[in-house]
């Protein structure tokens, strides 16, 4: 990770289960290389997965092209519900999966999977590009999410009812991620008032209505004009400001897989090409920063995310409004195994 300037504090939002695995190869797969060893050798050269979609449009798309250029191999995404996607995998309909959310502990068929970050998103509060409220406190957006805050002027906005808009289904990656960033409960009823069956419905909603607000992800939104991104704590969300810990709502983009079975040829290269730094290059057009450039982002994180939600349970004091200012200390860095380069299989990504 570059070296930050004296005046950025590292800071992060949202939990990332532990321990943060730092190669996707070696972790998914060199466990079980012993084994599909002695496996019988898969025939075709494609493999079935499911994507949710923030992570679909983040990557899942793009890198499945490209990955049948260069690997003469298929992995065939469907779009599913976050939810739907994991469980098609714990079920063993299909292989894989790309979703925008960890495991959630309330959902024992979670637990059977291995969750492996790929790379870091920008959770975006996006509005129209009408709408002039330049910034909102994490306070602020707490309220409106509780049914607190209900008009844009109350936040500095215009004299209009605000109209909050989320994705019905249950445990969305979006959603989840940014509830379990405000209040520590990613399965948290809050205070919308129309709802999408996907962010990519959503963000169509969201670009006719001026007084609508709701979340979707930097690398689904950035290109699109028809939408604007709020600052959170007067911070815009950038590729730059998620590698610094500045832009305080992120969370990873997880490839899912279930431990206990071998994995298909398929798979494994598909996975190593999500490592290459060829992927990473494009990832980080995309405005993702790939998980092996982002390592005190990821060491720091959950410290972080603890004493957030702290700070966000404290009333305000004097002067300071509904926001959360105060820069978060930096964490010492818990200890985790460096990345480590994936083993070369004979025909590497």
């Given at each position: ?77 469907s779009a599913l519900s976050t939810v739907s ?47 002039p409220t330049p910034s909102l406190s994490l ?211």
């Open positions: 990770m570059p070296e930050r300037g004296a005046h950025v504090k590292v800071r992060a939002v949202f939990p990332v289960p532990s321990p943060m695995r730092s190669s996707l190869f070696l972790r998914v797969f060199r466990p079980l290389l012993l084994l599909a060893a002695c496996a019988p050798v898969h025939a075709q050269n494609i493999i079935e997965g499911r994507a949710d979609s923030i992570s679909l449009r983040a990557f899942g798309t793009e890198s499945s092209r490209l990955f049948q250029v260069s690997e003469q191999r298929r992995v065939r995404l996607a994991i469980e098609a995998v714990a079920r063993g309909e299909v292989e894989i999966a790309l979703a925008a959310r960890g495991p959630h502990a309330l959902k024992p068929d979670e637990a059977v999977l291995d969750f492996y970050p790929v790379a870091w998103e920008a959770l975006t509060l996006i509005t129209h590009p009408g709408n306070r602020q957006i707490r309220d409106i999410y509780l049914g607190k805050i209900t008009r844009w002027d109350q936040v500095g906005g215009p004299p209009r009812a605000i109209n909050l808009y989320s994705v019905a289904g249950p445990l969305d990656g979006a959603e989840f991620s940014l509830r379990r960033a405000l209040f520590g409960a990613g399965h948290r009823p809050v205070a919308a008032t129309r709802w999408y069956l996907n962010t990519e419905q959503l963000e169509a909603a969201i670009a006719i209505d001026p007084s609508a607000i709701g979340v979707s992800a930097l690398s689904n939104t950035f290109a699109n004009k028809k939408l604007r991104a709020i600052r959170v704590e007067g911070v815009t969300p950038l590729l730059k400001t998620i590698r610094s810990g500045e832009y305080l709502l992120t969370t990873p983009l997880y490839f899912v897989h279930r431990g206990d079975l071998i994995p298909s040829e398929v798979a494994m290269h598909y996975v190593r090409f999500l490592e290459s730094p060829a992927t990473a290059t494009w990832l980080k057009r995309r405005k993702l920063l790939p998980i092996r450039e982002a390592r005190l982002l990821t060491q720091t994180f959950a410290v972080r995310e603890q004493r957030l939600l702290e700070l966000l349970k404290k009333e305000p004091g004097p002067g300071d409004g509904a926001a959360v200012t105060t820069p978060l200390p930096e964490a010492t860095p818990a200890a985790v195994p460096a990345p480590a380069t994936a083993p070369s299989s004979g025909a590497g990504a």
